[in-house]
């Protein structure tokens, strides 16, 4: 969650993993960071994923996350309509419109999060859009998430975000 009033440029995300002895097992050197896209608005929630390498399980752990404040300035305003939602095989579909107020100069991105009853986090997915990849007034998407079988998304997050 971007927190600072202004868009950021997210760099990395990392952490240290500990035993239950409170001994680290695992840091920066041997995690892999994936998240969707790199520049997030203010109170953006961006999910991420980070791997870990050559450890089955911690007791405990911290994560950090390296942003700066971003050159360019990301919009939120945008009025969306889910058309559809659907489980297709091992997929959790969004299908939609998202209508321009103005043009977009560079870029509009879908984001979609689905969540476990609990909360946790199950699956993310983008659908995105080029400048040149926009005519007219709105766009319609549709964007999946993996999900398993038995399926256990229970509720989704969509966010619009745009230059």
């Not at 945008?78 to 579909?93: G, M």
């Not at 709105?138 to 745009?162: K, M, N, R, Y």
Request: aromatic share 12%; with cysteine.
């Amino acid at each position: 969650m971007n927190f600072t009033g202004s868009t950021q440029t997210l760099n990395t995300i990392g952490g240290e993993f500990f035993d239950e002895s409170g001994t680290k097992i695992a840091g920066d050197d041997n995690i892999s960071d994936y998240w969707l896209t790199d520049n997030i608005p203010p109170n953006g929630r961006l999910p991420f994923e980070l791997t870990i390498d050559n450890i089955q399980t911690a007791a405990d752990f911290s994560l950090t996350a390296n942003a700066e404040p971003a050159s360019g300035n990301v919009r939120t305003e945008f009025s969306v309509n889910i058309t559809s939602q659907t489980r297709e095989f091992e997929y959790y579909c969004l299908e939609g419109v998202v209508t321009l107020d103005t043009s977009i100069s560079d870029y509009l991105e879908i984001i979609a999060t689905g969540y476990a009853t609990d909360g946790t986090v199950i699956s993310f997915n983008d659908d995105y859009y080029e400048k040149s990849d926009i005519s007219g007034s709105s766009v319609e998407f549709l964007v999946c998430l993996d999900d398993t079988d038995p399926p256990t998304i229970d509720h989704h997050a969509l966010q619009v975000w745009g230059e």
